[in-house]
């Protein structure tokens, strides 16, 4: 079996979904290795939000950011709620899937801050696998 093979399995296995009225959960998990590191992520949809991770070599969960739209005038506004503070990695990234997905997002990363090829690789997977889940909006 090859590696893509097991990935394929791995998510598979590891999504799932149920219905209750209106509200969907979806929950995927997978791991991609870029650059000789390993990177595992997971990702929650729940309504109007979604919540990822994205750990480093291990299951750390890392500092965790809350980013949304606000009003008026439909800026970004990010925060740590646990560790960090906001010039970290991990909230220019949640910052960034706001104006991708629309939605709020909550996003807990362990990526160090010393490395940005590692962060915009993570970043990078993390929006293919959103794309091909369908939960970003359609561009104009």
């Given at each position: ?52 991770w ?51 997002i ?8 010393n ?26």
């Open positions: 079996m090859s590696s893509n093979d097991v990935e394929i399995a791995n998510e598979l296995s590891s999504r799932e979904q149920f219905d209750e009225g209106e509200s969907r959960v979806q929950v995927t998990c997978f791991t991609e290795v870029s650059d000789d590191s390993t990177l595992h992520f997971q990702i929650i949809r729940l309504h109007k939000q979604i919540y990822a994205i750990g480093y070599n291990s299951a750390k969960f890392g500092h965790l950011y809350a980013a949304a739209s606000t009003r008026p005038n439909n800026t970004i506004g990010v925060t740590a709620l646990i560790g960090g503070s906001s010039d970290n990695t991990g909230s220019g990234i949640a910052r960034r899937l706001v104006l991708k997905t629309g939605l709020n909550v996003l807990a990363c362990n990526i160090p801050k490395n940005p090829m590692l962060e915009a690789n993570a970043e990078k997977i993390l929006v293919q696998k959103l794309i091909s889940l369908g939960y970003t909006k359609p561009k104009k």
